[in-house]
DNA sequence: CATGAATGAGCCTTCATTCAT
DNA sequence: TATGAATGAAGGCTCATTCAT
């Protein structure tokens, strides 16, 4: 019910453009596409992609507004990449190797552990709280496509544990769902520099989930 | 994971302005002002408040945009009179009169089920598929304050639970955000249209939720 | 080889909003929109398109720029209907009911005073001195469609009168061509206020077609 | 009522810097210059000044567009000596050493010749189609003034002639205007890669405006 | 000489809001 | 009450031009 504070802007950053973070040579292009897509997720998300204009992104990193345009083609572009600079830390690793070893049980704590790691990171808290309702139609699908590919992957994880027997029968797209929601609603109520970790968080969320609020006998 | 498919426009409504949802004679004020709030609140989550331009709601209902000036100071006014009316729906009807007769757990359930009736509500969908961002800041701080009331209302109830017994020991705060997680992303993948009923959800909520995925014995 | 001089500015035109055009009630709407693209089709002829804003446009209407829009959707719309204007000038009047009694002669010069009367105006003039470039392609194609239909009218009167003998035999393709470049030229360097009139430059111009610069024994 | 047909791209140039049209050794910074010049000419004229950006010029040269502002100051330059070659090619060449022994009709023709010689051409065929508004107000007078001269110079022929008797008794100055306007349109509609060859547009020219369309008997 | 990077200036367009009828 | 007309404010985007390497 709570959403994201927003964060004390951390010291105004360094006066250098760029913020300092670009050292190296030829590769900076891309490096600074990186920096400029973790300040937009993170600025997106504190203040809403429409409340976001570039120049704000642009003052966060001490460049000019056109500047930007050197490195992303709009300002669509840029929330698009971002989303999927998300969407592919879980998708683009397989979940494990040797995963005909490991019971749904074992596969759904990695991918909690996993899953949590991206939603607190600002690609992924940009994924939750911006949505893909800015985005052009055409990029929305892509961006939707993606994470259809991410709840397939649990509803998976969830019937190979209940087939194994080490998850409880259950319907697993609705599970799936209401799991993701814990989740998601992450970024709305938690911060990474709280009290609690984010291995603690995921060990809160793996309770949670696993034991069920029903006393055990 | 996923989020809200553009809803089906309604069957373009009937022809005739406000949609014929008026038909009273001098307490049509209020009542013209709710079919704009709950018109608002539904197109508001279908394109996002910002891609919703006051004509797009003006003409869902046959009206010219000035006369949404009749009844609303403010597209703002508008976004946070219809998440007032989502919080006020939980707010202002206490749980249960006499609830010291009942425990932490049988509240629970009666929590869970107002709050996802809300939340499956247009009103309700919008607090949170909106969210608070695009609000004016005075306004932001009024619906977090009742955001946080509601927070409140359940950390009450599983404090009490975990008293009586009635709830496995758990951190309240954690559980509150983890539990209100689940239930808020409902917006985004369930349909009252669809072939779970509302009372459907609110099982399957209960489930996973007290339950756990982990197998009892 | 000269082109227009800045008109003096028509000093400044009256005070009020519309330069005081508009005075009917229901039908203001088409006229207002009339002004607006005379207007526009005057400074796009006199500074060029690129060269004029929204604003000059306005600015020459005593109005502000967004009213613009309430009477075109953008500033290619306004030259696509500018010129549309002038081509139908020439396209929806037909060249003469009993045709049949005319020689090719007879229509040529009935078509020359026509073409040139529409080039002088405002609409004709921006036709030929702004061109079809500024346009977006499909607009592109409709005014060149429009003018190349133009084209064809002249080649039939040319083709007609060559052969009833009331003009001597040449090549209607590239005599059009000619005859067209040679009244096209017209804008940019003759002016409707100076010493020659518009009937006057008619019959110049069929003078310097028909005889020809040899001297006739 | 034409204009001009987006040239076939020339297969796209050869893939080397500056299209291989540079060998020389020092001159190489004119004759590189006259490549830029030549090259905007032909893209000013297909797309149109304003559509064009330094950008589209240099990558035709397969250049970077700072190297553009080796050899030019500005876009504005660039244009202004593009036009001012196509001029010079008229203004430099004295129309006649011995003038003294030919008639006015005589000049005419080696005048014609020489003016469509040039329109066709990349330089004054921009000169043309580009016109003067795009360029700054005093590189504009710049470029009037050589229009004027130019003007002047077939005025002076068309009064010899008709002082000598060659040519028609006429008003040289209308007489002229009429006769560039046949000319200058020849950009919006002649290629010289079509079926007929300069030699022979220079021709059809004379033919239309010495013989006239009228039959002579 | 050449160029990747950066930017100031400017324009079209949108939209919430106001006003006159 | 209702609305067509009008607008101030603001944002995304482009591009000629400059600068550092």
Request: proline residues 5%; neutral net charge.
């Amino acid at each position: 019910m709570s959403e994201a504070a927003e964060r004390p802007k951390a010291a105004k950053a360094s006066r250098r453009a760029w913020s300092g973070a670009i050292q190296g040579r030829s590769e900076q292009f891309e490096l600074k596409r990186q920096v400029v897509l973790r300040t937009a997720a993170r600025v997106f998300s504190e203040r809403g992609f429409h409340q976001t204009t570039l120049v704000d992104i642009a003052d966060e990193l001490h460049i000019s507004k056109p500047t930007l345009y050197h490195y992303f083609r709009s300002k669509d572009e840029i929330l698009l990449e971002v989303q999927q600079m998300a969407i592919a830390q879980i998708i683009d690793v397989p979940l494990e190797p040797e995963s005909g070893h490991s019971t749904g049980l074992q596969q759904l704590k990695e991918f909690v552990s996993r899953y949590i790691s991206m939603i607190v990171d600002d690609f992924g808290t940009c994924l939750i709280m911006t949505g893909v309702l800015p985005l052009q139609p055409e990029n929305r699908l892509i961006v939707r496509k993606g994470s259809k590919d991410i709840e397939k992957m649990m509803r998976e994880i969830l019937r190979r544990g209940v087939a194994d027997g080490s998850i409880a029968p259950c319907d697993p797209k609705i599970t799936a769902m209401l799991f993701f929601g814990a989740m998601n609603w992450v970024p709305y109520w938690y911060r990474t520099s709280g009290e609690i970790a984010v291995d603690g968080l995921v060990q809160r969320t793996l309770d949670f989930v696993l034991t069920g609020l029903e006393p055990r006998t």
